[in-house]
């Protein structure tokens, strides 16, 4: 963002002069070099014109603005919103002469210069003369507000801005303000108000326009001029930036972690088989003499588990049921397949052992298994499915394992299916009883 600098035409009178001034300042972002380095940079140019002691006055009134000093609750936590700007003097020979006396009419307009400059108000520019310290004491807040006392002198201030109109008639402010009262504690506009007129009257003359207002406070001269809030300063846009880059790294990572962890629904799949068109897995298969797989009739225990005798394999194929479209961009799918048997212990199958494509849409695993070696146990196939990183086959494995030993007889199977399960969103389970002999079943090859 650029920050367009702010001006602000303050009328002023020397100490032993006739009439008063026009003292224009300037706020940008742009800091003038100055030979002493301890000073604040903001006000540090204000020095070689006496006006040093009216910036701080400045600075501490407007730190004492209810917009500066009170801001919504999410941006105080990126700090609070800084002052920003550095004053110089846009004419030093008008600057010359000044004394700290006289410069107390100085403090509203440098205040309002930063103001205007830290807002970047629709106003470029303002005609104000005002104290903000009471006999140079800093102005305490109080509940109306940042209190702007009288100056002396306001003839001679708006006969400065007349004297500005009637030579130049060039770019002027329109507005311009005043203390409320006078020195004397009456209503300026009233006392002046012929003054005042007149000068209003100048302006029209040369078709301009200029209001004036009388203000009791900082924070009304702040309203009067439209502002409502600052912008913010590069250590604070600095800080912003910070923290959206955390916030959005933080969402990612939430993002990820929630999509990551989101269960994925994992089913039996069907395979093609000769003869007989798509037919649902698992599968019970034998070689035959010649070579060929020949599908076998699915046989089941009492306790209706499938059950497989010595030489017979099974066709497993899962798929992803509702499969993610992103999901192929951001690493796809990746499966594992494990054996748990309370004397086999845990097998893992490699990636060799198994065929990994995509129907219709949907990834699938596909492995043939040899069930049995005539071997008489109960076996349970965990099929896990997760996204984006493949499984380290090695830690599921051990980590089986671990549970298997760490459980009572009976429970050894179960203790390693909950520990693979936790591993992965997605999984499908088939539990398995082989024989050692060979089985032979009369139901049909469909029965469950």
């Not at 380095?37 to 603005?65: C, D, V, W």
């Not at 020979?93 to 307009?109: D, F, I, N, Q, Y």
Request: with cysteine.
């Amino acid at each position: 963002m650029t920050l367009a600098p702010r001006f602000v035409m303050i009328p002023i009178v020397k100490a032993g002069a006739d009439g008063g001034v026009l003292l224009q300042v300037i706020a940008s972002n742009s800091p003038r070099e100055v030979h002493e380095k301890r000073l604040n940079p903001m006000i540090a140019h204000l020095l070689q014109y006496k006006l040093f002691k009216s910036g701080e006055a400045a600075l501490t009134a407007l730190r004492r603005l209810r917009l500066v000093s009170r801001q919504p609750a999410p941006l105080r936590l990126l700090g609070r919103r800084q002052l920003i700007g550095y004053l110089e003097i846009a004419d030093g020979r008008v600057g010359v002469g000044l004394s700290e006396e006289t410069s107390r009419s100085a403090e509203l307009g440098l205040a309002l210069a930063l103001l205007l400059f830290g807002a970047q108000s629709r106003m470029s520019s303002v005609f104000a003369t005002g104290a903000l310290s009471s006999e140079g004491a800093a102005a305490a807040s109080d509940d109306d507000g940042v209190p702007v006392y009288p100056v002396a002198m306001i003839s001679e201030k708006l006969a400065a801005i007349r004297a500005r109109l009637d030579a130049e008639g060039g770019s002027l402010p329109k507005i311009l303000l005043l203390p409320k009262e006078t020195v004397d504690g009456r209503s300026l506009l009233e006392a002046h108000g012929d003054e005042i007129a007149k000068l209003i009257s100048a302006f029209r003359d040369r078709n301009r326009e200029l209001e004036v207002h009388a203000v009791a406070t900082l924070d009304q001269a702040a309203r009067v001029l439209g502002i409502t809030s600052l912008v913010m300063g590069p250590a604070q846009r600095r800080r912003l930036a910070a923290a959206s880059a955390a916030v959005l790294a933080v969402s990612l990572g939430v993002a990820s972690w929630l999509w990551l962890t989101a269960p994925i629904a994992l089913a039996w799949a069907t395979v093609a088989v000769q003869g007989s068109g798509d037919v649902a897995t698992p599968l019970r298969v034998r070689y035959a003499a010649d070579g060929a797989l020949v599908r076998q009739p699915d046989c089941f225990d009492e306790e209706r588990v499938r059950r497989f005798g010595k030489g017979d394999r099974i066709v497993l194929a899962a798929e992803i049921a509702h499969p993610e479209r992103l999901a192929p961009l951001l690493g796809g799918y990746h499966f594992a397949v494990l054996g748990v048997s309370d004397r086999g212990g845990v097998k893992e199958f490699h990636d060799r052992e198994m065929r990994v494509s995509t129907e219709r849409g949907s990834p699938r695993l596909g492995i043939e298994i040899l069930a049995s070696d005539g071997t008489a146990e109960r076996t349970r196939i965990i099929v896990l499915a997760r996204r984006a990183t493949s499984f380290d086959r090695v830690s599921l494995r051990d980590g089986a394992h671990a549970a298997m030993a760490a459980a009572p007889p009976g429970e050894k199977i179960n203790a390693a299916t909950s520990f693979l399960v936790r591993q992965a969103p997605g999984f499908e389970k088939l539990d398995i009883r082989t024989v050692a002999e060979e089985v032979a079943c009369a139901e049909p090859a469909n029965s469950r």
